[in-house]
């Protein structure tokens, strides 16, 4: 049964990987296995959703903090996405992957009361900076959004700025979904 269609930066699928997550610690993994960062970050991952997965499995009942170890390695993704460039002093380039901007962008929406960042896309621009598309689902308390959706757009510009160092060029917020507060245990679970 087919996982997934995605190919990694080094060209292996991510099914490959999953086949194989255990031939590294069986010692029959092969050269491009033990080496390749791409393959290891994808068999962490994998690794670590089979984990919470066969723990969840092995429970009667879901502990909260098992449930947010599993959204948790949902969210992270086995796949890096594109690179972004990020400005530099010196001459020469520093780059960061979309995925990592992406949740650093999500975790500053989601320290707003009553709302929950979904998916994030980023898009470089070519003469620098980025534009963002940031999908919430905002609690019924909030669900004009005026007030908290002013706050997200602040708190995402400023950790674009302040923890990642990238100007956005455009910030675009769109809400999805309404919760209701009791429906919802808390940020990350």
């Not at 999908?135 to 005026?146: C, D, F, K, P």
Request: proline letters at 5%; one cysteine or more; a negative charge.
């Amino acid at each position: 049964m087919a996982m997934t269609d995605y190919e990694l930066p080094c060209e292996r699928d991510v099914e490959q990987v999953w086949e194989r997550l255990d031939a590294v610690g069986a010692g029959l993994a092969d050269e491009h296995e033990l080496t390749c960062p791409h393959c290891r970050a994808a068999r962490e991952s994998l690794l670590a959703l089979r984990e919470a997965t066969s723990e969840l499995v092995a429970e009667d009942d879901v502990p909260p903090a098992l449930f947010g170890r599993i959204m948790s390695a949902v969210r992270a993704e086995v796949r890096r996405g594109s690179m972004v460039a990020l400005p530099t002093p010196e001459p020469g380039f520093v780059e960061i992957s979309e995925q990592a901007v992406a949740a650093v962008l999500r975790y500053a929406a989601d320290t707003v009361d009553g709302v929950r960042a979904r998916r994030c896309r980023i898009r470089p621009l070519d003469e620098g900076g980025v534009e963002v598309e940031l999908t919430l689902a905002v609690s019924l308390r909030n669900a004009t959004g005026g007030a908290a959706l002013a706050l997200v757009r602040e708190r995402v510009s400023a950790a674009a700025a302040a923890r990642v160092g990238l100007t956005l060029a455009k910030l675009d917020l769109l809400v999805d979904d309404i919760f209701e507060e009791d429906a919802v245990e808390g940020p990350g679970e």
